[in-house]
Each structure stands twice: as structure tokens, then as C-alpha cells.
């Protein structure tokens, strides 16, 4: 990998939080952020996040072996907060003889409590804010550091955009602790200019997706190849009564499936046949087979192809190297065309 001065100099924090080389996330995608992906991007100089999921304890600790076999770099494991497997992923990362170096919360937000636990093991805790209210949460709480992910991404999402999410926590606490920011990054130029910002470093998903070295099914690639970002949208919550964590994938007959299924539930949660609780367990449920079913089997037009807005700046599967190239070099490029503007 090439040098790039000017990039590593406004990575430099990211970095050294991190690290690593380059403070460019792989974020962590069910059924896709398995330990092949994560060693691949770890390697190649950046981060990557392990998805926990929906994952038993002790296959999620399988996995966690698996990844420090194949390298000897850090990598963060990411747990949803509304998994049903979430506290017993708590309990196992606690016993860990050797205890993980990062932690993500995503899904929805941790207790602080549970913050606490995990930061007693010696993991560094990121968690994710998709407002800026559970930014401010998130560091009373104690997170070392944030993720701010705009509607834009794929997969569960909050409701603000990357931009506003920008202006209101990046540029207000990025002094505080390391901020990288999520949702709608594709290019290099984009995160060059998130760097001027203040970002410690960008998180993607949807164009690790893209690679060689991930193992989803080609037609799940395929798909991406041919979607524009418009395609990526987003599901509705019909009523307050069951509330729902938006998701974005690609529109085909499985969101339109899900929507039934929102509505099939209302009306046994009013007619007293069902909690709430039981419902929205049956929602995750959906997601979790319903990606599996395009990710794994390859079944996109029923499954889940869950996809951020930047499917739209992909094409074509290349290496996780010349990815990360791609985003540095042009990266640089631009910040050196911001310097010449600059000195006119």
C-alpha cells in the first residue's frame, strides 16, 4: 500500500484508537461479517467489526477464535442490543480468557450498565447514534467513542440524515471522543472531506459487500451491480403500537412481504393474541431469515437485500486492497485539490 500524507495525517486519531493503519470500518453485516471478511480488511491495513447477530453465544465465540487465527490484528465484535442472544453474547465476551480489544453496540442502545461490563474487560466500547440525543446518552454512559450513521445506510437505521447528524454531533463533540461516521459513504472524496470535518475515520458496509473476499452468495452481488441508490429504501411503521427499527434493502417481493407481516401482527397484538414483545421478536425474526435466505442461498427476490443508498456508487466486485486504495488515493487527490483552492 502507497503512502498517503495528507489522509493518514487527518486519520491519525482514528488510528490510534483503533489500531490500525487506516481507520476505514468494514462495518458489521449478519450472515456477511464473517471471519473470512474480517481478517481480509484487517489485514489490508483497516478495521473490521464481527457481527454478532442473532448468533448462539457459543458459535459467536467460535468465531471470535476463528477471526485470531487468521489474524493477529484487532477487530471489534458488534452485538445487537435486541437480539435474543444479546445478554448471553455479554456474559461469554466477560469470560473470554483473552478479552476482546473493541465492542459495538448497534440495534438499539445499550444500558449503561452493560456498557460498564464490557468496559471491564478492557474492550474499548463504540456504540452507535443515529440522533443526536442518543449521542449524548451514549457518552454519559461511557462509550470511548461513536458512530454516527445517517438514514442513508442499509440494514437497521434511524430516521437523520448523515448530513445533519454531521452538523449536529460531529462538529459539537469531536473534541470530546473519536466520532466516525456511517451512512451513504462510498467514495474517498466523500471521506476525505468527513476527515475535514473532524471524523476520526468512516464506517462502510455496502461497499465491502462488493468484494472479493466477501462470501455472500454472487447473486446478492449481482443485485447490488444492478441497483440504483434509489432502490434502497427503507420500511414504514404502520402504528405506535409496534414499533419498528426501520430497515433499508433493496426493494423486491421480500419487503413487500415484511409490510404484510407488520400488518398481520397488529392485529393479533389488538385482538390480545400477542405482546408487543412477541411481535417485534417476530419482526427480527424475519430480517435474520430473510437475509439469510438472499445472502446465503442467493434468493433475492424473497429474501432480505439489505443495501445503504451508496449501492448507487457500485458496479463491480474488486479486491479489498484495491478498495481501500481506491478510497485513500482518491482521497488524497481531492484533499491536495482542496489545498490548491486554498492557497489561490
Known amino acids: 500500500m502507497k503512502n498517503y500524507p495528507k489522509m493518514e495525517k487527518l486519520m491519525a486519531r482514528g488510528s ?10 468494514c462495518g458489521a453485516m449478519t450472515w456477511v461479517s464473517e471471519p473470512n471478511l474480517i481478517a481480509a480488511v484487517c489485514n489490508a491495513g483497516a478495521f473490521a ?10 458459535i459467536l465465540k467460535k468465531q471470535i477464535l476463528e477471526v485470531r487465527k487468521l489474524t493477529d490484528k484487532p477487530f471489534a465484535v458488534n452485538m445487537i442490543t ?7 453474547q455479554i456474559e461469554m465476551l466477560k469470560s473470554l480468557e483473552k478479552p476482546v480489544e473493541y ?3 448497534a440495534g438499539s442502545f445499550p444500558r449503561d450498565r452493560e456498557v460498564a461490563e464490557i468496559k471491564s474487560t478492557g474492550a474499548k466500547v463504540l456504540c452507535f447514534a443515529s440522533t443526536i440525543s442518543i449521542a449524548e446518552r451514549m457518552i454519559r454512559y461511557g462509550a470511548d467513542a461513536l458512530i454516527l450513521e445517517g438514514c442513508e445506510s442499509g440494514g437497521h437505521i434511524g430516521q437523520v440524515t448523515t448530513t445533519v447528524l454531521v452538523q449536529q454531533v460531529l462538529f459539537r463533540y469531536a473534541d470530546k471522543l473519536p466520532i466516525f461516521v456511517a451512512g451513504g459513504i462510498g467514495t474517498g472524496k466523500m471521506a476525505a472531506h468527513l476527515l475535514l470535518c473532524g471524523a476520526a475515520g468512516i464506517q462502510m458496509g455496502t461497499r465491502f459487500v462488493m ?9 446478492f452481488k449481482d443485485y447490488f451491480a444492478r441497483s440504483n441508490a434509489r432502490d434502497a429504501v427503507s420500511t414504514a411503521q404502520f402504528d405506535p403500537r409496534l414499533p419498528v427499527v426501520s430497515v433499508r ?3 423486491n ?7 404484510k407481516l407488520q400488518l398481520n401482527l397488529l392485529r393479533e397484538v389488538e385482538a390480545g393474541n400477542m405482546t408487543r414483545q412477541t411481535a417485534q421478536a417476530e419482526l427480527e425474526k424475519f430480517w435474520v431469515g430473510a437475509l439469510r435466505k438472499a445472502a446465503i442461498d442467493g434468493d433475492v427476490e424473497n429474501g432480505s437485500v439489505m443495501a445503504g443508498q451508496s449501492v448507487g456508487l457500485v458496479d463491480k466486485v474488486i ?14 487527490a481531492e484533499l491536495n485539490r482542496v489545498r490548491q483552492i486554498l492557497e489561490v
Open 249 to 251: 434493502a433493496i426493494r
Open 319 to 332: 479486491p479489498v486492497a484495491q478498495l481501500l486504495e481506491e478510497i485513500l488515493s482518491d482521497g488524497e
Open 253 to 259: 417481493h421480500g419487503t413487500a412481504e415484511f409490510s
Open 49 to 58: 467489526c464481527l457481527a454478532g447477530g442473532n448468533a448462539p453465544a457459543d
Open 82 to 88: 435486541i437480539a435474543p442472544a444479546y445478554h448471553e
Open 211 to 219: 468484494t472479493d473476499e466477501c462470501r455472500v452468495h454472487a447473486n
Open 103 to 105: 465492542v459495538v453496540f
Open 16 to 25: 490510534a484508537f483503533l489500531g490500525c493503519r487506516y481507520p476505514v470500518i
